[in-house]
C-alpha cells in the first residue's frame, strides 16, 4: 500500500464527453476557471462524488490521459449493468458542463518506472490504467508491451486513440471471439521473469486472478506484480465478533451481514468509507489488537500477514475481539 495523500477536494468540470464503443464514456474533465490541474502520476485514480436525489455515493476511476497534460484529467466509465448505482449515475449525469466534487488525485498503482521491461495487462475497462502508463512509459523511453483484451474489437473502447498514439505498435489487442492464436496465451505473452522485468494487471477479477497465478507460477515475484482491482466480489459476512474503538471508548458487536465500519457508525463512530468492496483504501484503520479476517483487495499480502492495518467496510476478524485505534 502507499501512503494516502491528504485529501485534496477539487470542483471540475466535464468539458467533453465522448461515447466510446463497449458502453464507455470517455470524460474529460477540467477546472470551471481554466486552472491548471493538480499532477498525478500513473497509475493514478478520481474519487468522484455522485450525489443525485437519494444518491450520495463516491467511485473510483482510473485516469486514462497523459500524466504530462495538467489541463484536464480524462477517465472512462464502464455502464456496467452489474454495478451498484456509481457507473450509471456517472453515465446519467455526466453531461458536458455538469460538475463533480473530485479527491485526488491519489495512486495506489504507481509505476516502477526504473524497470528495464514493463508488461501491461488490461482487460476490458482495465484498461484505463495502462493507458497513462503507455504514454508515460513512451514518454520516458521505456521498454514496454500493453496486451489489451476485449470480448470482441467491435467493443473496444480507446481503438482510435491508441491507433493515434506515437505508441500504437506497442499494443497487442487479443478478442475472445476471434481465433485462438491471437488470444491472450499467458505462457506465449508473459515475459521471463527477471529483476527488472515488472507486470501490471487491471480488468475483471477472473482476468486478474488467471494473469497473477500465471505470472507467480512463472517465477514473477508478486512484488513485480502490480495489480489494480477496480470492484471486487467481496464477501463481508461471517461469525459475529466484538470490535472496540479505543480512543473512542466504545465497543459494538459486528453481527454476521453486517461491517466493522457499518457498526461503529451506528454507535456514532465514524470511518470514511467510499468503495465499499475493500478496493480503494480509504477506510484503513490501525489495529491493535486481534487477528483480522482479511477480505480486501487494497493490502498486500505483507500488510495482512502483518495483522496490523484493516479495511474496515468489509474485513472481519478471526479472533472474537478486535481493537481499533479510532
Ligand atoms: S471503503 Fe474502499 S476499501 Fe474500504
Redesign the pocket.
Known sequence: MNAISPKQTLELTVTERIEEPGNIIRLRLASPDGAPLPPFTAGAHLDIHLQDGGLDLWR?YSLCSDPATNTAYEIGVLKDPKSRGGSEAVHRLATPGARFRIEGPRNHFPLEESATRTVLFGGGIGITPMLAMAQRLHSIGRDFTLHYCTRSAGITAFRSMIAASAWADRVVFHHDDEDEAQRLQLPRDLPEPDAGTHLYVCGPQGFMDWVISSAEAMGHAPSHVHREYFSADVDTTGESFEVEARQSGVTVTVGPEDTI?KALARAGVKI?????????????TDVLEGTPDHR???LTDGEKEEGLMI????SRACTSRLVLDI
Not at 475493500?278 to 484503513?284: A, E, H, K, N, S
Request: aromatic content about 4%; glycine content about 10%; charged content about 25%.
Open positions: 473510483q465500519a470514511e468509507v467510499k468503495c465499499e468492496e475493500g478496493v480503494c483504501g480509504t477506510c484503513v480486501d483487495q487494497f479495511c474496515a467496510c468489509c
